[in-house]
């Protein structure tokens, strides 16, 4: 889809399950159910998604997906199904990983981080090597030094090669745009150093939502996931930045939502709903 002079691509890394009921905190099973069916062991199915930006000068990807480092273990507690792979995704648009000039993390836990690094000759080195990787510097300090409710989400070997490649750069400010047209704004909430990708471009707007609202079915205000560690400030955000997206008509992207990869809002009544569904 073109974004004023930006083209922009989904890409997928698979698909993941977890838990519904950690994925909608307070509402009930009887309510997300109905657009969000679970499996036996009660985990919804969810899109391992990332973002393609071609400015014309840089190509820069957001996220990477879980990885191919993952053992049979854990691909069976997360319900991984790596097809297509983020190689894959890349090279239906006749791209390889050496044609990335960016990388961003909407922060660093283990779905949107893991393919970040792979293993070269049984060593650990940057999957994207001759990309450059944006990180906040806040999430990079909270990975490193996770507390027992996080650790479980953050994997050193995802992150740590990034520091001795020369390759990290790590973000202090609240809003950065880091190219013209590409800027990182910190949410918070899920984590506190959590980062949404606003692009702007000949008038136009999109917002790569990340986990400040993963799936359609997270639009209402409190569909607010179990995981995210200061709920009220991703209510806070929600309004603020959905508030936005309706008012000016940003394309929103969603990051795992398995089926609807974009669309526009709509306001009825006091409630903001998606209005259109876009392919990206």
Request: aromatic fraction near 8%; glycine fraction near 8%; charged fraction near 25%.
């Amino acid at each position: 889809m073109k974004l004023g002079r930006f083209h922009i691509y989904t890409c997928l890394d698979g698909f993941f399950r977890l838990d519904g009921g950690a994925m909608f905190g307070v509402v009930p099973r009887l309510l997300w159910q109905r657009t969000n069916p679970p499996d036996e062991k009660n985990r919804i199915l969810l899109a391992l998604g990332c973002l393609l930006i071609d400015t014309g000068q840089y190509r820069i990807l957001i996220d990477t997906g879980v990885g191919e480092k993952g053992d049979e273990k854990f691909h069976q507690i997360y319900g991984i199904n790596r097809s297509p792979c983020l190689k894959a995704s890349l090279a239906r648009y006749n791209l390889s990983p050496e044609d990335i000039d960016i990388v961003v993390n909407t922060h660093l836990h283990l779905d949107h981080a893991g393919g970040n690094t792979r293993l070269e000759e049984g060593k650990l080195v940057p999957a994207f090597h001759k990309a450059e990787y944006f990180i906040h510097e806040g999430e990079w300090k909270e990975a490193l030094s996770p507390n027992e409710r996080t650790k479980a989400s953050y994997l050193t070997e995802n992150f740590l090669p990034l520091k001795d490649s020369g390759r990290l750069r790590l973000v202090r400010e609240d809003a950065l745009e880091i190219i013209k047209g590409v800027s990182l704004i910190r949410t918070g909430g899920h984590t506190p150093f959590h980062q949404c990708v606003r692009l702007e471009s000949e008038g136009q707007t999109a917002l790569f939502l990340a986990d400040l609202v993963p799936t359609t079915s997270h639009i209402p205000l409190p569909y607010i996931m179990g995981y995210d560690l200061f709920p009220l400030d991703t209510l806070q955000k929600k309004k603020e930045l959905l508030g936005k997206a309706q008012e000016d008509g940003w394309l929103i992207i969603f990051q795992h939502d398995p089926l609807v990869r974009a669309g526009y809002l709509k306001k009825t009544g006091d409630k903001i709903e998606l209005a259109e569904k876009v392919s990206l």
